[in-house]
């Protein structure tokens, strides 16, 4: 019935939050160290010291902040850089060729020294107080392409000296049969004395010098001497009487006198025939190869020239000559 006692038309009741028990002793035990806590006492104030800790001033005196600017290399210094580059490293390129080159040297000193090359050229006897003239050696001079050419060259100048030779021995057959052939005799060993050591200075040094140090102007001086030779062959071959050459006249013409004789000039007329074609296919084989090298007459020329002005001798008979022309021209004066 009490619900009942209650007037449903009063004013409501105001219900205030805060008067809450746990709202307020909350505020009560809060509003108590508030209290309690004095800023300005002597003790609060050490405490606030020890606990808070000031600042710190920068030391020195505080500038503002530069910004560095980047300065880009012209091209002009970029180029005198690059240049600068290269010069150094042509300089150490120079100094490692030269390097390279003062080895090289040194190798081939001691090379030398060890293996020296010595004439060996006649083959004569080491007793021998003649000692040989000329180094030649296949291998090591002439390149592989021109070894065998070069070896037959000098087999031909082999089988000319036995050929001249064979020349003397018939001359002096026929001298014995017949008398009045003493100028062929005496003809046959001048030949033989003088033809056998020109044939080898004269034409086949040349082409071996040709062959070693691809010269133009050994392979010309070569040609115009073998071109000779080969006429001299062919003259000898005809053997005309009292040129000295046992040849197929002189032979055919011996044949009604003594057969024995006539024989010895025919096989001899035959070594002369065989020279002068085997002089003409060997010609024709080292022209090939002479074509074949690049060699020219210009180049010939430009040799000749440079081993002229080169040569000590000419040099000094050259200044000989002018010092001899200008000491006349001064005392005519």
């Known amino acids: 019935m009490s619900g009942f006692d209650t007037n449903p038309f009063a004013d409501p009741v105001d219900i205030n939050p805060f008067q809450d028990p746990s709202v307020t002793q909350l505020t009560n035990a809060s509003q108590s160290g508030l209290d309690e806590f004095n800023p300005f006492s002597e003790s609060s104030q050490l405490t606030n ?12 005196h505080s500038q503002p902040a530069v910004l560095q600017t980047s ?33 090289e040297r040194e ?26 003239c000329f180094y030649q050696d296949f ?4 390149p592989a ?16 000296s036995i050929t001249l030779l064979l020349n003397l021995l018939a001359c002096l057959a026929w001298f014995t049969v017949q008398t009045e052939r003493g100028v062929d005799f005496g003809l046959s060993i001048l030949w033989f ?27 010309f001086v070569f040609f115009f001497i073998f071109f000779c030779q080969i006429a001299i062959y062919i003259i000898q071959a005809v053997g005309i009487p009292g040129w000295g050459d046992s040849g197929w006249i002189a032979a055919l013409s011996e044949l009604h006198g003594n057969l024995a004789v006539a024989v010895i000039m025919m096989v001899v007329a035959g070594f002369f025939t065989l020279c002068a ?57």
């Open 71 to 103: 300065v880009e290399p012209t091209p002009q210094a970029v180029a005198a850089a690059a240049q600068a580059g290269l010069l150094q490293q042509q300089a150490e390129l120079e100094r490692k060729a030269a390097e390279l080159e003062k080895k």
């Open 49 to 60: 010291a020890s606990r808070t800790t000031p600042a710190t001033q920068p030391s020195g």
């Open 107 to 132: 190798l081939q000193s001691n090379a030398a020294s060890i293996n020296p090359r010595q004439n060996n050229w006649p083959p004569l006897p080491k007793k021998c107080p003649i000692k040989p």
């Open 145 to 160: 392409d021109y070894q065998r050419i070069c070896k037959m060259l000098y087999y031909l100048w082999m089988l000319h």
């Open 139 to 142: 291998s090591a001079d002439i």
């Open 277 to 333: 074609v085997l002089s003409l296919f060997l010609l024709k084989q080292v022209h090939s190869l002479y074509r074949r090298t690049g060699a020219s007459f210009q180049r010939a020329q430009e040799e000749f020239s440079q081993g002229i002005l080169t040569n000590r001798g000419f040099q000094n008979a050259a200044a000989g000559a002018a010092s001899t022309a200008a000491q006349s021209a001064f005392r005519r004066n």
């Open 193 to 219: 004395i003088l033809f056998t050591p020109c044939a080898f200075l004269c034409w086949y040094r040349p082409i071996y010098k040709a062959f070693r140090s691809d010269s133009s102007f050994s392979f």
